[in-house]
């Protein structure tokens, strides 16, 4: 069982930055897909970046070139660096693992709150 932790949400003006991280505890070799989904009021849940502990990525068109995702693969733990932060950001982001990077993984965080204000 892999349990995720996040951290680093908040409330930030647009145009600003915050970098959420998530570390995945309960496994040896840790998941080989890790990355982040968010979801906003009224909204379904929608992908935002994964990565793989190659380092292969998928990244959402509507964040690509402003959000950056990484992997430190000794401390299992993903990053999500946002720039150039846009009101429309504004979600609760959850940590996501698995195995496949075209499939959703079975693994959730508790979800952390990106507040971006106009």
């Known amino acids: 069982q892999v349990h995720l932790v996040e951290s680093g949400g908040g409330l930030v003006q647009a145009g600003g930055s915050l970098r959420l991280s998530c570390a995945a505890s309960?496994?040896?070799?840790?998941?080989?897909?890790m990355g982040w989904y968010r979801q906003a009021p009224g909204n379904l849940r929608e992908l935002v970046a994964v990565i793989t502990s190659g380092g292969t990525t998928n990244i959402a068109g509507s964040v690509n070139g402003r959000f950056t995702i990484s992997r430190d693969n000794a401390k299992n733990t993903v990053y999500l660096q946002m720039n150039s932060l846009k009101p429309e950001d504004t979600a609760v982001y959850y940590c996501?693992?698995?195995?496949?990077?075209?499939?959703?993984?079975?693994?959730w965080g508790q979800g952390t709150q990106v507040t971006v204000s106009s």
């Open positions: 309960g496994t040896i070799f840790g998941p080989n897909v």
């Open positions: 996501n693992a698995g195995e496949l990077l075209t499939v959703v993984g079975p693994y």
